[in-house]
């Protein structure tokens, strides 16, 4: 396991991650610390729980938004996968059709 220290709110924080996981976490951490940040500036130092909890509260309601977002993409894509799959085999029977009138004509014209 690797340890990252990270700064939130001008204070350092040990964290252990996966190796390999370093800068991930560092990004991320800096992701909360800007959220943090946002908030001392707009209410003040109200204390590091409250301000962490904000912006856990915020990013959940981001990802939840995303996950909505993602949620209707994916039922628009099963219905333009199922439209489309309609749609070639409805050309694949008219293809069939046409295939056994060809075939019906070219059977009269070898008895004629």
């Avoid at 964290?15 to 500036?41: K, M, S």
């Avoid at 204390?47 to 904000?54: D, M, P, V």
């Amino acid at each position: 396991m690797a340890e990252v220290t990270v700064t939130v709110n001008g204070r350092p924080h040990t964290l252990t991650c996966d190796d390999g996981q370093e800068a991930r976490t560092r990004r991320l951490a800096e992701f909360v610390a800007a959220r943090v940040a946002g908030f001392v500036a707009q209410v003040g130092q109200v204390g590091q729980t409250r301000l962490l909890l904000l912006a856990a509260l915020v990013i959940a309601d981001e990802l939840s938004d995303a996950n909505d977002a993602l949620d209707a993409e994916r039922g628009r894509s099963a219905a333009a996968l199922a439209a489309a799959k309609a749609a070639a085999e409805d050309a694949a029977g008219g293809v069939v059709d046409l295939a056994q009138r060809v075939e019906a004509i070219a059977a009269r014209l070898e008895t004629a």
